[in-house]
């Protein structure tokens, strides 16, 4: 008799708490829908942190990386889901490690997932980011490859960001690779390559009048190449 009482316990001990976390996950799923409505973000992390604690799942994993990385949280994001390359992570996976180990200035370590992203897709945004990291590495024989790519297959919509003057602006990816190419063949030989440099920072420049950083980097080697003659 008292095994069978026992038993019921046991059972009953179960039940509830399997109806428990039934409930926890109803109320965390309803959470995150209001927080996401409401656009906040801190809300949207703290629930899918609750939901992932009670039902895990790597995908959930990977979109709460995702979330960090995009408001710039980039060591949560890594910390979140690692650093580790593996053949089964996702495409988003594989994006967070990317954009966060850049974002905290590991240029070696995110190139290898830029590069794993290029395979899996290769388009003239990933082939920007991989030409910059190179170009970062000094590996410039390699980074004129990927520019070239980016080149080759760059669509008139595609534009890109940049963050260096107090107001961020876009300019078309096609100048912004050009300006990348111009720092590459620069690189490559900064005595003649220098006129060859200046004329695609011109291009860049034609493409795009906002293109600040073309600019900047345009007046510096006019510069140079005055003080030169």
Known sequence: ??????LFAVITTFSAAAQTQSELIKHFEAYYKQMKGQGDVQ???????????????????????YVYVSEGRNL???????????ATDSDMNTEVKAIALKGINQPKHALVF????????????LAYEVADLKT?????????????FGLANVKPEMKRAFYESQRP???SLKGALTYLKALIVFNMNQTDNLDTAINLLNESIAMDANFNLAQLSKDA???KKEKKD
């Open 1 to 6: 008799m008292k095994k069978i009482i026992l």
């Open 43 to 65: 809300g949207v992390i703290n629930a899918m942190t609750h939901l992932q604690v009670l039902q895990p799942t790597q995908a959930r994993l990977d979109t709460l990386a």
């Open 76 to 86: 949560e994001a890594l910390n979140t889901i690692g650093v580790e390359q593996k």
């Open 114 to 125: 830029y590069e794993e992203l290029f395979k899996r897709d290769g388009t003239s945004y």
């Open 136 to 148: 970062q590495l000094q590996d410039f024989a390699g980074a004129k490859a990927s520019v070239d």
């Open 169 to 171: 602006y876009e300019v």
């Open 221 to 223: 080697l006019v510069a």
